[in-house]
Every structure is written in C-alpha cells, then in structure tokens.
C-alpha cells in the first residue's frame, strides 16, 4: 500500500514538473513565418550599414522593441514559458531541445556562407526560409515528444 502511494506522488510530482513544457496553448500560424520575418529584417538591416547609419541604427532598434513585444505577449499567453538552463525538461523534450541547439550553428553557418557569397539580401532570404523552415520541424518534433510525455505521465 505505502509503496503504491510513493509512486502515486511521485507520479504527481512529475507531472506538475512537466507542466510548463506541456500545458500551453496552440501555436498561431503565423508565429514560424514571423520569427522567419524578424530574423530576415535583423540581416536586411545591415543594407543600410554603409548607406545610413541612422537607418541601420533605427532599423535594429525597431526590431529589438518588437521582440520584447513579441516576448512579453508569449509570457503572457503561456503564463509560463520553459527556459533552457532552468529546470529539468522531460527527457522526450529534452531531445528536440538538444536537436533545435545543435542545429543553430548549422544555420547560422549557412546564412552567413550565403552572406559572403550573395550579398545582404541573400541573406537575409536564406534565413527567411531557414528559420520558417527550422521552426515548422521543431514545432511539430515538439508536439510529438509532448505527446509521448503526456502518454508517459498518464
């Protein structure tokens, strides 16, 4: 009896530790092709790096202050968003954690490849759609992996 009832609490205990990472409301459609945007607005910025300044300057700043926006309205959308490095993710999201991480360099190596070779615009294209892209992958990994954690935990 006692035992049954440890691992009932256990049980417990592991779902609510899971909850943030679990319990959030549907991505809108929108959100991949806007981070794409944002990211692709972050790199077309530098076209006015020689040209103007201000421009640049003002650019970026814009750009910042839309995704502090951005930012704060998830926060309080979720009510609670997951952060790496705080916390111990359920191990199913773990691994698409460590995919999204890995892969960053990747990107970042390729946008900057298509920089050197292509030019600003190019760039920022290429991020565009590797962003958007990256994002529609990790998005549907992560509902898969919180699936098999919600099973797991059930």
Not at 1 to 7: D, G, L, T
Not at 60 to 84: C, D, K, T, Y
Not at 94 to 118: D, E, I, K, N
Request: aromatic share 12%; with cysteine; glycine share 8%.
């Amino acid at each position: 009896m006692e035992s049954e009832e440890a691992r009932e609490l256990l049980r417990v205990a592991e779902r609510a530790e899971a909850a943030p990472y679990l319990d959030y409301p549907p991505t809108p459609c929108w959100y991949c092709p806007a981070i794409g945007a944002w990211a692709a607005g972050m790199i077309g910025a530098f076209a006015w790096w020689r040209e103007s300044i201000p421009l640049f300057v003002g650019t970026l700043a814009i750009l910042i202050v839309l995704e502090i926006v951005f930012i704060n309205w998830m926060q309080r959308r979720h009510g609670s968003l997951p952060q790496p490095g705080r916390g111990r993710p359920p191990a199913e999201i773990g691994v698409v954690w460590r995919g999204y991480f890995m892969a960053l360099p990747a990107v970042a190596a390729l946008v900057a490849a298509s920089w050197w070779l292509g030019g600003v615009a190019t760039a920022a294209a290429v991020a565009f759609v590797l962003v958007t892209g990256g994002l529609v992958i990790y998005e549907k990994r992560y509902e898969l992996a919180a699936e098999a954690t919600r099973a797991r935990l059930s």
